[in-house]
């Protein structure tokens, strides 16, 4: 059972262009939501991460877009760069129980020079 | 500032072989320690997790095994390898008091 569905799993972006990738949720109890970045034969490293209080939250050309009555998040790249190939993942915990973090399938991204 | 180490980078083991992957944490106490496994469509899937020494919950039933013998080293066996445990194996930590989670470098294991 997925508890972060994730779209699209492949994404093709012009240098310049804007890459928006979506995850759903169904877990009410979750109240963290992050992403991360993972490059080729590496592990995942954070990006940005939001928490349910604020509907969006912007760090450089990075930005998380929340909308908590959908249970939807959403990772915005802005000016996209060939160096932001990789693979992103989405994903959500709460602080209850083991605080246990949930993965969205990936996305893996290409930016075209 | 801390660091996770997990070795090894690559292994590759035949099928029925016994598995033992080790992963190492240094300038942290008591972290939550996991294991997931990473599969071409699949994401990153939750093996294991570990609030404390000798303490290990499982996500999914599989052929693997997980051991806490310290409070910063984390362990992942299988007696028997099966093909299918083939994939990218991740370590990770959490601190109680950060949310953010931090992951090895991964090893690639490949059963044939």
């Known amino acids: 059972q997925q508890q972060v569905k994730q779209s699209p799993q492949s994404l093709i972006v012009q240098k310049g262009g804007i890459s928006i990738i979506n995850c759903a949720y169904e877990?009410?109890?979750?109240?963290?939501f992050p992403w991360y970045q993972q490059f080729p034969g590496k592990g995942p490293a954070l990006l940005i991460a939001?928490?349910?209080?604020?509907s969006e939250k912007k760090e450089g050309r990075f930005t998380i877009s929340f909308n908590k009555s959908a249970k939807q998040f959403s990772l915005h790249i802005m000016d996209s760069q060939p160096g932001d190939s990789a693979t992103y993942f989405c994903?959500?915990?709460?602080?209850?129980?083991?605080?246990?973090?949930?993965f969205g399938t990936g996305t893996r991204l290409t930016v075209i020079p | 500032s801390q660091t996770i180490h997990q070795w090894p980078a690559t292994l590759v083991q035949p099928v029925g072989s016994p598995l033992s992957l080790e992963c190492t944490v240094e300038?942290?106490?008591?972290?939550?320690l996991y294991w997931y496994r990473q599969a071409a469509g699949r994401g990153l899937q939750l093996l294991f997790y570990?609030?404390?020494?000798?303490?290990i919950s499982s996500e999914v039933p599989q052929n693997l095994s997980a051991s806490r013998p310290q409070d910063r080293q984390f362990i992942l066996s299988s007696k028997k390898l099966l093909l299918s445990d083939s994939g990218f194996y991740l370590c990770?930590?959490?601190?109680?008091?950060?949310?953010?989670?931090?992951f090895g470098q991964g090893t690639r294991l490949t059963v044939v």
């Open positions: 990770a930590w959490r601190d109680r008091a950060n949310t953010e989670a931090f």
């Open positions: 877990n009410t109890a979750f109240d963290y």
């Open positions: 939001i928490r349910p209080d604020v």
């Open positions: 994903a959500a915990s709460s602080q209850t129980g083991a605080n246990n973090l949930f």
């Open positions: 300038g942290t106490s008591n972290p939550n």
């Open positions: 570990s609030v404390g020494i000798g303490q």
